[in-house]
């Protein structure tokens, strides 16, 4: 347990960053998620809709530090081909 009043500080900190940043990741998930649900009924107009707003919030977690920049690029990579392809298709 902390004895520092600082360490206190950084203990209560760090509860309310980890509430923020969970919000904030559920919210990016959801965003892939009508993307992916869009592609799996077959609407690539509404998956390419989709694909157009999950790409900015998947970045604002880049910028927030809650994905890894590789990482958000390959996820927003990935989407992009499969709404490509089902826009061919």
Do not use: C, W, Y
Not at 4 to 10: E, G, L, M, P, V
Not at 60 to 75: E, P
């Amino acid at each position: 347990m902390a004895n520092h009043k600082s360490a206190k500080k950084r203990i209560r900190r760090n509860a309310t960053r980890a509430t923020i940043n969970g919000a904030r990741r559920s919210r990016i998930r959801t965003f892939i998620k009508k993307v992916e649900m869009a592609l799996i009924s077959g609407d690539a107009k509404i998956a390419e809709e989709a694909l157009k707003n999950a790409q900015p919030e998947i970045q604002r977690g880049v910028a927030k530090g809650i994905l890894n920049k590789k990482a958000a690029s390959r996820k927003i990579s990935r989407l992009s081909a499969r709404v490509k392809s089902a826009k061919t298709a």
